[in-house]
């Protein structure tokens, strides 16, 4: 029986549930979900991230965080903690970046925070030995400052929805229609939940997984010292929107298609994840777009330089750049958000 026939049987014996549940079960489920069975990374697979654009977006994060060790005074240890880690492109980049400073190569423990056993398997064979593997942030040994990179994780945390329906506030439900097929429903809200005024038609998205993130991170950092750099798709300011979407091929399809067989993503909730952090006790940086964050560290420098050294692959390295930074594509619906110890001023989050 595959996931989608379980999910219907589990529908029709305990009642429909959530979109977070939903959405836990198509990415996560032992046996039949996306991540724990067939995540399809590149322009092969059914999505790409930054760093398979272009290698300048991994090695300025890597200098990022040397520029941080360096504010942070060069502690020894310090936890270079990847969460969400893809498949190792990301952190590969960094470490080959970060060499530029040996000392802290020397410093630095690196972590991946990874559950996904194909990812590992990919992970493991690009990066080899010297990197530690943990299936949660909390496996991450405390006591040392942490700096923390999560490019595209936050979507990947389910939220709750809900619809301002002409009677009130209602929770959009996974369900059953007539056919008995998934379909989505409206059932009402649980009780004490904090729901503002909105026009008929309005949806909501609440994460609890993405709060619950935020204060984790939020409460390592206030106890340990580190910085935190968010990077994702969503909101720099609180709104209405459904943005739970499916991606299979680098097309979308509705959510409700094949459970199990697409990636899907909901926007990232960033002023609710700093506040989570704040309230640990963590201090946090204005949002930034993807794009004007790159620019402040120095992309294009570092575009022309690839483009001295290899002009055959000029053409390129300029669409790669254009991609990562443009308004149009991912400049600006990504966004950059940082957690860090307080008087800690972030690189690229100066103002």
């Known amino acids: 029986m595959g996931l989608r026939d379980r999910l219907i049987a589990q529908v029709r014996e305990s009642g ?12 996560h489920d032992p046996r ?14 059914d999505f790409i991230t930054a760093p398979l654009v272009s290698q300048m977006f991994g090695e300025l994060i890597g ?28 952190m590969d980049d960094m470490l080959r970046a970060s060499r530029l400073a040996p000392a802290f190569g ?36 405390a006591g040392a400052p942490m700096l923390l990179i999560a490019n595209e994780l936050l979507d990947c945390l389910p939220p709750r929805q809900f619809v301002r329906a002409p009677k009130g506030w209602a929770e959009r439900m996974v369900g059953l229609d007539e ?21 008929v038609g309005a949806v909501l998205e609440q994460s609890p997984a993405q709060e619950a993130l935020g204060s984790e991170i939020g409460d390592r950092i206030a106890a340990d010292g580190g910085a935190a750099l968010l990077i994702d798709y ?28 697409a990636d899907l993503t909901v926007h990232a909730d960033f002023p609710a994840v700093l506040a989570a952090a704040a309230r640990a006790g963590a201090a946090t940086a204005p949002i930034l777009t993807q794009g004007e964050f790159l620019v402040r560290l120095g992309i294009g420098a570092r575009a022309e330089a690839l483009s001295s050294a290899r002009p055959d692959r000029s053409d390129v390295i300029e669409r790669q750049l254009e ?26 989050f100066e103002t």
């Open 323 to 348: 991609r990562l930074v443009s308004p149009d594509q991912m400049g600006e619906l990504f966004k950059a958000a940082c957690i860090h110890t307080p008087g800690l001023v972030p690189p690229g």
């Open 179 to 199: 056919a008995g097929d998934l379909a989505f429903g409206l059932a009402a809200p649980p009780l004490g939940a904090a729901l503002p005024d909105a026009p």
């Open 63 to 90: 200098l990022w965080a040397v520029a941080c060790w360096e504010r942070l005074g060069r502690p020894s240890p310090v936890y270079l903690v990847e969460m969400g880690p893809g498949d190792g492109t990301l």
């Open 32 to 45: 039949d979900g996306y991540y724990a069975t067939r995540p399809a990374l590149g322009p092969e697979g």
């Open 16 to 27: 429909p549930m959530s979109v977070a549940q939903y959405m836990t079960a198509c990415l």
């Open 106 to 141: 020397a410093a630095a423990e690196v972590w991946l925070v990874e559950t996904s056993q194909p990812l590992i398997a990919r992970q493991k064979a690009l990066l080899g030995d010297g990197v530690r593997w943990a299936a949660s942030l909390s496996e991450v040994p």
């Open 234 to 261: 969503g909101r720099d300011a609180p709104g209405f929107g459904d943005t739970l979407q499916a991606l299979r091929r680098h097309r979308k399809e509705s959510p409700l298609a094949s459970p199990g067989e």
